[in-house]
């Protein structure tokens, strides 16, 4: 079974440009998750959607920050414009009933 | 109180040790606990989960779950090198979104030939 893939593996970008992540879960997997991992910390979920809905964005910085899930299954993260602060690994995860997630190998985003 | 707080380590046993890493949360009334491994530049594993009370077992791991004392911690039994790793605690607290996890900041596991 494929597991979620995500594009790009990296991405350098200037501060106050604007990049976009791509997310494919694991085939079947309702419920998919975008997770902000900074250097030296846990994961710490953006936005959950469950099939194309959103179901939990408070976290979500959305003056800068938007996602989408188009019929629900791939997913995009965008960021406009970036941060120095932004810099992070951008995890896509997947979970088939919304308990047990499986995550995708992460963007790492620098923003200088 | 942060959510999800684990022992920061980093913890550093010899090759055949057992490793314990603790984890504590701030809600009683949690139900969904997990385990991931990190290792550096990768992302994060699933290793183990616990929804009830008492031990889990999955070869060398075990999972101990303790909801009185809102406290969950990971043996790893026979150490190996390969397991030297970031080992994250997850929790899906009590109120919020199911699946929605919450992190601790990871405790770095080292182990020495």
């Known amino acids: 079974e494929a597991g979620v893939a995500q594009s790009p593996r990296y991405k350098i970008i200037e501060k106050r440009q604007s990049v976009a992540f791509w997310c494919n879960p694991i085939?079947?997997?309702?419920?998919l998750y975008w997770y902000q991992q900074i250097l030296g910390q846990g994961p710490k979920l953006l936005i959950q959607f469950q099939n194309n809905g959103v179901v939990d964005d408070s976290q979500l910085p959305k003056d800068r920050f938007s996602a989408e899930r188009l019929k629900g299954v791939d997913s995009t993260l965008k960021i406009q414009p970036a941060k120095l602060e932004d810099s992070a690994v951008y995890l896509c995860a997947s979970s088939l009933e919304g308990i047990e997630a499986f995550f995708g190998q992460g963007t790492r985003l620098t923003v200088v | 109180q942060k959510e999800v707080e684990q022992n920061s380590g980093p913890l550093s046993v010899p090759e055949g040790a057992i490793a314990s890493l603790n984890c504590t949360y701030s809600?009683?009334?949690?139900?969904?606990f997990f385990w991931y491994r990190q290792y550096s530049g990768k992302s994060p594993e699933l290793i183990m989960s616990?929804?009830?009370?008492g031990d889990k077992e999955d070869g060398r791991f075990t999972a101990q779950l303790n909801k009185a004392s809102q406290y969950v911690s990971l043996l790893i039994r026979d150490s190996q090198p390969s397991d030297s790793a970031t080992y994250l605690c997850a929790v899906n607290l009590r109120g919020s979104t199911l699946g929605r996890l919450y992190f601790g900041r990871g405790t770095q596991l080292t182990v020495w030939p």
């Open positions: 085939s079947g997997h309702a419920t």
């Open positions: 809600d009683r009334g949690s139900q969904s």
């Open positions: 616990i929804y009830s009370n």
